[in-house]
């Protein structure tokens, strides 16, 4: 199954950079973008995430919370958030599970997909967009959707 847009968003519950257990159903009643990324710390996970960084007050001015999730563990997300100083969550989709229930696939059949989801306070998925190779264009493209401005 591929999560498209116009299609509710499956809900799931990860453990966060802390070790708490967030739900995605929890967040309902706000915009949440979503965005899987294949790795922590590597060069252009590292430059989308500093960009979210970057970007975040324009998020949480529109309402919107942003997550990353990865199947990196716990641990390492709580290095990468700490070592960048990302001030969004980090979900630990160890074992991929959600990443496959989502429909987030490979690039190349090797490296783990980078697909961005905007979900709109009712929990329906408003915009989906995959470039493994544009790290940087996910976020105008969440933002365009929110109706915040580029930062």
């Known amino acids: 199954m591929t999560v ?9 519950s990860l453990p966060d950079q802390d070790g708490t257990t967030v ?10 973008v979503v965005y899987f990324y294949p790795k922590d710390d590597t060069p252009g996970c590292t430059a989308e995430s500093c960009s979210f960084r970057d970007s975040h007050e324009a998020f949480t001015d529109a309402g919107a919370t942003v997550i990353g ?27 991929g599970t959600v990443r496959r229930d989502w429909g987030v696939g490979r690039t190349l059949g090797v490296i783990p997909g980078r697909v961005t989801y905007v979900i709109d306070p009712e929990g329906i998925v408003r915009r989906r967009f995959s470039s493994q190779f544009s ?3 996910h976020i105008d493209e969440a ?6 401005p580029a930062a």
């Open 23 to 32: 739900t995605l159903s929890s967040l309902r009643g706000a915009w949440v």
């Open 4 to 12: 498209t847009e116009g299609s509710p968003a499956p809900d799931f």
């Open 135 to 137: 790290p940087k264009k």
């Open 69 to 95: 999730i990865s199947s990196d563990s716990v641990e390492s997300h709580r290095a990468f958030a700490d070592k960048h100083r990302l001030p969004f969550t980090l979900l630990a989709d160890v074992g």
């Open 143 to 148: 933002l365009a959707v929110i109706g915040a």
